[in-house]
Structures are given as C-alpha cells and as structure tokens.
C-alpha cells in the first residue's frame, strides 16, 4: 500500500502562494479542496510491510502529510517534514543527534525549554553543552573548534570540536541575530551537525536550510499555525540519514500529533503570510514610536537601523519579525505594571498568535539571568496598529 502522498506541488511558487496552494488533495471530480481528518489508529496491511507504507498511526498519518509536504516547500527542504506533538519534543528529537559524550554548542538565550533540557542531558551525562553569544561570531567559531571559548557545564571539555550548533536567530527574548552561513560553515568544518530552531522568523522571514543548517526546527504552536489554540512541534531536512533517524525517534519516543491538532496547523499556515505582513509592518511602527519614548529604556529590534542585529537582519532575513522588546524605566515593577494595565493586549506567555502578546520574560524562574528584569516582549498580532499603540502608550503613561 506504498502510497505516496500525491499532493500538489507546483515549483516555483512564491511562498506566499505556497501557504495557499501547498498539501492539496488531487483534483479529481467530488474530491475535497481541504485534506480530511483521518482519525485511524491502524492501516489496512498484509505480509511485509513496505517502506512508507503506514501500518499504525504512531508511525505515520494522513492528516499530517498534507502539513509536512507544505513545511518543507516553504523551508526548501527536499523532504518531508516532521511533524511532532510539541515543539519541545521536536527539540528533544533533534538533541538525540548528539552522539553519547559529544558535545553541543547553544545560544545563551536559547528558548527557555531548550536550554532547560539540554541542561537535563549534560547533568545526566549525555553531552557537554558549551553556552556561546550566537551573535559573537568569533566566539561560537572557538566553541566549535574547541579551543578555550564560551563556557563548558559540566567536564573540562573545552579543547574537543564541537558535535552540534544550536542556532536560534533572533534569539528569545534579546533578539540577536545569528551569522547563519558563516557559523554553519565553521560548524561543518568542525564536524559538527547545526540545528535552527527558526520559530521566531518563519520560512517566509528566514530559510536556514539554504544558509547551510542542516535540519531546521519549529514550535509549530506559534506562527505556522497562529491561532494560539494548538501545541504543535516540526523539523525538516533534506538528508535522508537525518530524517530516517528523526522519523525513528518519533516513532519509538511517541511524541506523535493528533491529527485534529495538524489539520489546524494547515488552517492556520493558509494565512501565514499575510498575518506576518500585517505584524511586522506594525512591530517595525512600534519599535519606531517606542524608540526615545521616555518610559522606555530600550529598545530591541533588528529592524531598528540602530540595533546591534540590524546589518545582519537585512542580509538574511525578509523582514525583521513581528517580535521586540522593549526594557521598561523603573524596573520589574514598572515593568509588570505594563503588563497588568494594557487592555487590548494580552498578558500572557507564547507568541506568534493573531492577538498581540505581552510578557515580563523574567517573571518565569528558568529565564537566564542576563535577560534584563525590566524586559517586556511584545509578541505583535494582527489588530489595528493604532489600537495597540494607543494601548501600550497609555500603560506606559501611567
Ligand atoms: C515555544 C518555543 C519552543 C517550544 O515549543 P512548544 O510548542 O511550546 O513545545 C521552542 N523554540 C522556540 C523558539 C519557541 O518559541
């Protein structure tokens, strides 16, 4: 029953056409124009099971193929993506690349539950994670090579090549932007697989399997699907070793995807780019109206010629992202009174939603402790701009 997916595939489509058009069923005469929820533990099988074909639906879904062949259109990898019941479980699929005793290079300011798990690994023994400032060029090259650079937990293992490069460009919550190209290339060199976790640009922002990373990675729970109403994770490669190793991991850990959940992801992917056209033009307006506003201290956004990722930004991505942050003058205090006193945009953890988000990242006990306590991130949604300035500027007035 080997049967490929048949889902359209134009080529060369712009990819705001392909978040449309991508993981159509055929066109065949009373066929649907929307995949079905396919809700089926087991497939129809006899003797021995092909490769691809489904067999059991740990191993593989019908609702999930027409959302991995899209996801890997729009990150131009050459196969299927992987779809994961969360993206930290992707992350979790995707640390399970570094050997036994290897060692992993990752951003300071990683996502809070990656940095916590690869911490989990290196107290277990598992690996070596040696921390670098993604944004220091120079300073992940050394911790790729091994010499004396960024900071071993755990053994002195600070002369070894590294296994793996962790890249999240921008980084959560500072916003920093990784030199994708040059450190995939200086990871290679070293040996050294690299990993993007590229939640924060989308594929129509960043595509870091074209800078050279070899498997990107997605918590699907913000921009892909966009609502705020799933948990949902995702990795794409274009190398058949990788992913056979993947699709293994997901298989045998069972961090599988409800097919309801995946069919809401696709919904959500269809608007993708235009929820990212309207949110960026309106966190490039804020960041401009908060810079030099007096209750503010900072402002960050690689969008802002001024800001340190900004060059970079303008190289590598299409955009500059619908989040920024902004550290608040006053403190913690002052901060949280922000978010306590807006009323259009929400208090609450995530990003990538249609609805404006606001935070205080330290309010959470795992965020690092070089993340300032005054700093707000500003996930912007998709409401009127000036609704949400008027908001913000009357919380910051108080
Ligand atoms: C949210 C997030 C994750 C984890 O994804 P979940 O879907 O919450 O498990 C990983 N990386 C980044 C950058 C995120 O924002």
Not at 107 to 116: I, K, T
Request: glycine share 10%; charged share 20%; hydrophobic share 40%.
């Amino acid at each position: 029953m080997s049967q490929a997916p048949n889902l359209h595939s134009a080529g060369n489509l712009s990819p705001d056409t392909v978040v449309v058009s991508a993981g159509r069923p055929p066109r065949e005469p009373d066929a649907p124009v929307n995949p079905p929820i396919v809700l089926s533990s087991t497939f129809h099988g006899t003797g021995t099971p092909a490769p691809g074909d489904r067999v059991y639906g740990r191993f593989s879904n019908p609702t999930w193929d027409p959302f991995e062949t899209a996801l890997s259109e729009l990150e131009g990898a050459a196969l299927p993506a992987l779809v994961f019941s969360s993206g930290l479980a992707a992350v979790s699929a995707a640390l399970s690349l570094v050997p036994a005793g290897g060692i992993l290079v990752m951003p300071q300011h990683s996502y809070q539950g990656s940095l916590l798990l690869a911490a989990e690994e290196a107290a277990n023994g598992r690996f070596t994670v040696r921390t670098v400032d993604i944004a220091d060029t120079e300073q992940v090259q050394a911790a790729l090579r091994g010499s004396d650079a960024g900071s071993d937990a755990g053994s002195g293992d600070g002369t070894r090549p590294a296994d793996m490069l962790w890249i999240e460009s921008p980084t959560n919550p500072m916003l920093e932007v990784a030199e994708i190209d040059v450190l995939a290339r200086a990871a290679h060199d070293a040996g050294a697989l690299v990993v993007a976790d590229n939640t924060f640009s989308t594929p129509l922002v960043t595509r870091p399997l074209e800078l050279g990373a070899d498997v990107v990675l997605h918590s699907v729970t913000k921009y892909l699907a966009g609502h705020s109403d799933v948990i949902l994770g995702a990795l794409a490669t274009s190398d058949e070793d990788l992913r056979r190793r993947l699709h293994n991991h997901r298989s045998l850990h069972g961090a599988i995807a409800g097919p309801f959940e995946v069919w809401l992801a696709l919904r959500g992917l269809r608007t993708l780019a235009l929820r990212i056209e309207r949110s960026q033009a309106t966190a490039g307006l804020l960041a401009d109206r908060l810079l030099g506003h007096p209750a503010v201290e900072a402002v960050r956004y690689p969008g802002l010629p001024g800001d340190a990722g900004y060059e970079r930004a303008v190289k590598q991505m299409n955009g500059f992202g619908s989040i920024l942050c902004i550290e608040v003058a006053g403190g913690a205090e002052a901060a949280e009174a922000v978010a306590a006193h807006v009323r259009l945009w929400l208090p609450a953890t995530s990003l990538g939603g249609v609805e404006s988000l606001i935070e205080r990242r330290r309010r959470q006990p795992g965020e690092p402790h070089s993340v300032p306590e005054n700093l707000l991130r500003l996930s912007v949604g998709i409401e009127n701009a000036e609704d949400l300035w008027s908001d913000l500027s009357s919380a910051l007035a108080r």
